[in-house]
C-alpha cells in the first residue's frame, strides 16, 4: 500500500525566508501532484510532476521530484502572507492502468508572519 | 468559463438515510474525479471516470457508495444507509483527458459538506 508522508506537518514562518516543504512516498510512481487549500475553500492544484529531475516553479514555489529518492520537495522562496494555506502533496499509483489510485500526504499548514 | 460545480453545498441527513451528491464538471472535460475530506482521514480520493466508465471502484470506502457519469458530463455520488463516519466533504474535480499532459491539471468544484448526524 502506497504511504504518503509529508513533513513538516506545521510551519511557521517569516516573512521573506525560505522553507522547504519534503513528501516522501513509499513506493514507485511516476506522477505526483502538489495542491493548495485555504481555509474553508477547495483545492487548487499547484503543480504536476510526471518525471525524474522534473522540476516546476511558479512564483515563488518550486517543486522537484527524485523518483529513485520517492521525494518530492516544495520550495518556498522570499514567503509572503499570500502563501499561507494548507499545501498537499499526492502521488499516483497504476497512473497507466485501470487501477489508477491517488494517495494524498496530511498536508502541511504554512503560516506566513509579517 | 464556469468551474466545476457542486451541490447541494451542504446537506445534512439523518443516520440511516440515502444522500445523493452532484456535480457538473467543466464542458469538455472527459476525467472526473471524487474525493471526500474529513478531520478522520484527511483527504482521500474515491473513484474517478474516464468518459462514463469507472475502471476502479477500490476506492469507495464500503459498497454502500455507489457512483455514476451519464453522457459524460454530470456526475452523481449516491451513500446508502449513511452513517455518522460518512460525514465530510465531498470534492469534485474534472480534466481535461486523464492520460497524458493536458489530463493534469484538475480543477476541483466547492464541495458538498455532508453532516450526517
Known amino acids: 500500500e502506497l504511504k504518503v508522508e509529508q513533513n513538516p506537518l506545521f510551519l511557521s514562518m517569516q516573512e521573506g525566508k525560505n522553507y522547504t516543504i519534503y513528501c516522501n512516498y513509499s513506493t514507485t510512481s511516476d506522477r505526483l501532484y502538489w495542491y493548495r487549500q485555504d481555509p474553508g475553500k477547495s483545492l487548487e492544484s499547484l503543480f504536476v510532476?510526471?518525471?525524474?529531475?522534473a522540476v516546476k516553479q511558479e512564483g515563488r514555489l518550486m517543486a522537484s521530484l527524485d523518483t529513485k529518492a520517492r521525494l518530492s520537495t516544495l520550495h518556498i522562496t522570499a514567503a509572503v502572507h499570500d502563501l499561507s494555506a494548507t499545501y498537499f502533496c499526492?502521488?499516483?499509483?497504476?497512473?497507466?492502468?485501470?487501477?489508477?489510485?491517488?494517495?494524498f500526504g496530511k498536508g502541511t499548514l504554512l503560516t506566513v508572519n509579517p | 468559463g464556469a468551474g466545476v460545480s457542486q451541490s447541494p453545498s451542504n446537506k445534512v441527513t439523518e443516520k440511516g438515510k440515502d444522500v445523493e451528491l452532484r456535480c457538473d464538471p467543466i464542458?469538455?472535460?472527459?476525467?472526473l474525479y471524487w474525493y471526500r475530506q474529513s478531520l478522520g482521514q484527511g483527504l482521500e480520493f474515491l473513484i474517478y471516470?474516464?468518459?462514463?466508465?469507472?475502471?476502479?471502484k477500490s476506492g469507495l470506502p464500503s459498497d454502500r457508495f455507489s457512483a455514476e457519469r451519464t453522457g459524460g458530463s454530470v456526475s452523481t455520488l449516491t451513500i446508502q444507509r449513511t452513517q455518522q463516519e460518512d460525514s465530510a466533504v465531498y470534492l469534485c474535480?474534472?480534466?481535461?483527458?486523464?492520460?497524458?499532459?493536458?489530463?493534469?491539471?484538475?480543477?476541483f468544484g466547492p464541495g458538498t459538506r455532508l453532516t450526517v448526524l
Open positions: 510532476l510526471l518525471s525524474n529531475g
Open positions: 471516470f474516464q468518459g462514463n466508465s469507472a475502471p476502479d
Open positions: 464542458s469538455g472535460h472527459t476525467a
Open positions: 499526492a502521488v499516483v499509483s497504476n497512473s497507466g492502468g485501470s487501477n489508477y489510485k491517488l494517495t
Open positions: 474535480a474534472s480534466s481535461l483527458r486523464f492520460q497524458g499532459p493536458l489530463a493534469d491539471t484538475q480543477y
